[in-house]
Structure formats: C-alpha cells, structure tokens
C-alpha cells in the first residue's frame, strides 16, 4: 500500500523560513517525479514546485522562484521543499504528489503552512 505523509508546517512569521518534508513509500519511488503543490484559502490548488525522478531539471512558479527549494533523496525515498523569505501570500495547504508516465498518482493529505505576524 502506497505511503506520502508530509512534514513540517507550522506557523512563521513574514521573512521566516520552514522546511517541510514528503516521506513515501509502497511504489518504485525512483520512478517518479515528485511535486509540492498548495492549496491557499479560496482558491484553486497550485504547482508549487517539480523534480525529475533522477533528481535533475527542478522547475518553480514564478511566484517562489529564489526562495523556494525543491530537493530529493532517493535512497531514503523523501523531497523537501526548503522555504525561505516567507510571505502571508505562501500561506496555504501543502501537498506532495508523486507521478510518473504511465503510473498511478499519489498524492499526501498535506501540511498547513501559516505565515503571520
């Protein structure tokens, strides 16, 4: 059976930094490419960020591009996505997805990311 749990929201303040975490398990992780994408109040769920499978070609929204950081572990079958400079317009749901060519898609039940004051 299929594992995506993700990690490591909370509350920051503007400015502030947060790294979360996907964990997975039960498919060929390396197989996939993995993505974050957030879901903020009201609105429709977004492309946050994406990495190829071998850890290569990661893309960005515009939105986050120099601030966030998309990365892989292969061998511990994890992305994290590493946030800084944090606004109140990041806050949102975060998920983590994991697709391939081909091959089921996985998604998490997310993590809530809150940036206050």
């Known amino acids: 059976q299929f594992y995506v749990e993700e990690s490591g929201g909370g509350l920051v303040q503007p400015g502030g930094s947060l790294r979360l975490a996907c964990a997975a398990s039960g498919f060929s992780f390396s197989n996939y490419d993995m993505a974050w994408f957030r879901q903020r109040p009201g609105k429709d769920r977004e492309l946050v960020a994406v990495?190829?499978?071998?850890?290569?070609?990661?893309r960005y929204a515009e939105s986050v591009k120099g601030r966030f950081t998309i990365s892989r572990d292969n061998a511990k079958t994890t992305v994290h996505l590493q946030m800084n400079n944090l606004q109140p317009e990041d806050t949102a749901l975060y998920f983590c997805?994991?697709?391939?060519?081909?091959?089921?898609?996985?998604w998490g039940q997310g993590t809530q990311v809150t940036v206050s004051s």
């Open positions: 990495i190829s499978s071998t850890g290569g070609s990661p």
């Open positions: 997805k994991a697709h391939g060519a081909g091959r089921p898609i996985y």
